[in-house]
């Protein structure tokens, strides 16, 4: 484990030692399918060992074990029903789907558990744990759970919710 960060750049040095005995002009072709094979496993292996690779297929197996029940529709209707970010309020930016109980805290991607929340809020709250942050931003805790609640009754009743 300690030799993670140094063996990362080891298929990269192994690649250009390996270029620097195929010389351009001498065994050409030789040299093209070493750098062509070296280049496609240090590629692969970076990819595979990058940590934004790891935190992708970690988020993709949370994913595939949540339920995912959130129609374009009731999508809709929250953005209109919060009228901007859930959390500052902003009306003016992209919203994005943020689950109000991060999915790795057991979340899941449903009507109840969504907020559409700015770039920035987003982004900020993270895995986060909503009320906790909240405070610490000096946002509304109360007025966001008291909403977040009427919103979630009045969508439950007017849309329906599929599960
Ligand atoms: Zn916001």
């Given at each position: 484990m300690l030799n993670i960060a140094r063996s990362v750049h080891g298929p990269l040095v192994g690649a250009r030692s390996v270029a620097s005995l195929f010389?351009?002009?001498?065994g050409a072709l030789h040299g093209v399918r070493a750098a062509a094979i070296v280049g496609a496993y240090a590629g692969a292996v970076a990819v595979n060992r990058s940590r934004r690779a790891r935190a992708a297929r970690k988020r993709k197996r949370r994913m595939d074990g949540v339920e995912h029940d959130l129609s374009d529709e009731q999508w809709a209707a929250l953005k209109a029903a919060w009228?901007?970010?859930?959390?500052?309020?902003?009306?003016d930016r992209p919203l994005q789907r943020d689950c109000v109980l991060a999915l790795s805290r057991?979340?899941?991607?449903t009507l109840d558990n969504i907020a559409p929340a700015c770039g920035t809020c987003n982004a900020s709250k993270c895995n986060a744990e909503v009320t906790g942050w909240l405070r610490r931003k000096r946002l509304d805790e109360r007025a966001f759970l008291l909403r977040h609640l009427e919103i979630k009754a009045a969508l439950a009743t007017g849309l329906g919710s599929p599960s």
């Open positions: 010389p351009a002009g001498a009228g901007g970010c859930a959390y500052c309020g902003a009306v057991g979340g899941r991607y």
